[in-house]
């Protein structure tokens, strides 16, 4: 049924028939607010429809006219648009009459909060084929108000926290004192970038602007109001103000609040970096991986396979939701030719999830020998308290300065600083170093993947800045020895498990375990002690690139 291409629905509302289908021309308002394509959205309600037949008897989802579906973060209308079609196929037998069919699912079981005014009129469009569901274009006339069942107000932020007072007017010339900093108490938005002109966007969504996300949707859909299923495509970040960092994504504030109004099945697409990543994400990771609630995971490494033009580091996966289930996930993983699942996975064995079955296997031998990580002698993000932007250097070397090694406009450099400008782990100025440059490949995006920057080998009196962690060691023997074992397939792929983003800070190197240094590693000798097959040895392989070493 996926699709549901020539239904009744179809020709009534006159859109499949049209040749291309406008949502799968419309182009993305941003990276942070990506439009589903209709193919895509209908794989998903392929998963959901599968999961409630699993979960209620076989039956079919589409045949049951009391189901209600709510998109609360919709844009295109895709979604609501894909559901009513199937809706409109499967209860044919129960309400024969079309419209009288029309105007129950869109009356009683489609609704949807969108994100913005325009996404408010766009949805409106795709669902209604009107801007106005009670205009006279409107495919149903038993709606009673312009927005129907597809609700949209502008909110506001609700700032907390800020110090930075100025004296102002309000709105009725009133004179007040505002603050300038400070950030949203729901959504953390910066007000200096989000406290914003009338007219112009707030990006204050509904959905995660409130302690109480059933009582509000209560309120704006009136009655005791209550969904079976909650889909769709979340804001990933703050759009146009945040700088585009991984602290500014909120999309798991949309998982959280929609799990609060206590669905049956809760189906969402996101950026896959939860699984591995992402700062302040190690509670809601925790909690996804070890409740044992979902029942369908899909992941898409490369997110442009998804959503044509659009790359999200890390790819972007879906999952299936359901808060009466307690088993294994069925993950499957797609990536170009490759394809790997649907298959029965433990999500909770790992503090993160790894994407491949045959890694999980490579991974559980090496952590069978209980070795030392090496993140013992790895400094964590900023070795020595000097940022990546720091210019207060010399290029001649003054007495008692020590060389600083830094990376500036993707060119390894070195210049000179005062011994004593160093507060920061300063009892490591006089080891020898291997330098590894904290920004990486994508994320396994591409495969074969070099995971890693080269890493560069300072012998004391050395320092770097934030451009690099610092592994120490007590010789240039032992400097060479790791740089040896950084360099082979081996070291890089254990790191790749955990690095699921650009950025290889320290975390991502917890499951390399420490080795004799003293001498030259390669991975035919590591292959050999950590007793890989042939197949996990090819695998091994093919996922990663070589890698020269950087004697510079």
Known sequence: MAGAKGTQYSRFLDFHGRNPDILNSIANLSNDEVFTPP??????????????????SGEDIWS???????????????????????????????????????????????????????TSLMARRSLYCSKKANGKHSVTKKLNTEAGNIWFEPL?????????????????????????????????????????????ELHAYGLIHNDDPKKWVQEIFGGDMLFDVIIGNPPYQLAGGAGGT???????????????????????????????????????????????????????PVSSEVFPGVEVKGGISYFLWDPAFGGSVKYSMNRGDELEGPESRDLGEFDVFVRSTTAVEILRKVQARSEKSIISILTADTPFGIATNFTD???????EDITLHFISKAKRESAFVPRLSIKKNADLIDSWKVLVPKAGSDGGQKIPDIVLGKAKIVGPPSVCSQSYLAFWLPSEIQARGLQSYYQTKFFRFLVSLRKITQDALRGTYEWVPMQDFTNILNDSDLYKKYELSQKEIDYLEKAIRPMELDNG
């Open 64 to 118: 049951n006219s009391k189901v209600t579906f709510l998109d609360p973060f919709t844009k295109s209308g895709v979604f609501l648009r894909e559901i009513a079609t199937r809706l409109i196929e499967g209860l044919e037998k129960e309400i024969p009459d079309l419209q009288a069919r029309v105007d129950h699912i869109l009356t009683k079981q489609v609704f949807g909060i969108a994100t913005t005014e325009l």
């Open 393 to 399: 250097y010399r290029r001649l070397a003054a007495p």
């Open 246 to 300: 991984s602290d500014s994504s909120i999309y798991h504030k949309f998982v959280e609040q929609a799990q609060k109004l206590d669905p049956k099945l809760l189906c969402m697409v996101t950026p896959s970096r939860w699984l591995a990543g992402g700062r302040g994400m190690d509670s809601f990771r925790n909690s996804m991986l070890s409740e044992g609630k979902l029942r369908a995971l899909v992941d898409y």
């Open 156 to 200: 506001e932020h609700t700032w907390v926290g800020g110090k930075t007072k100025v004296i102002t007017m309000d709105k009725e010339g009133n004179q007040i004192e505002k603050a300038l900093d400070g950030r949203c108490k729901f959504c953390r938005a910066p007000r200096r970038e989000f406290d914003r002109d009338d007219g112009l």
């Open 39 to 56: 193919e895509f959205a209908n794989r998903m309600l392929d998963t959901l429809a599968k999961g409630w037949a699993e979960s209620n």
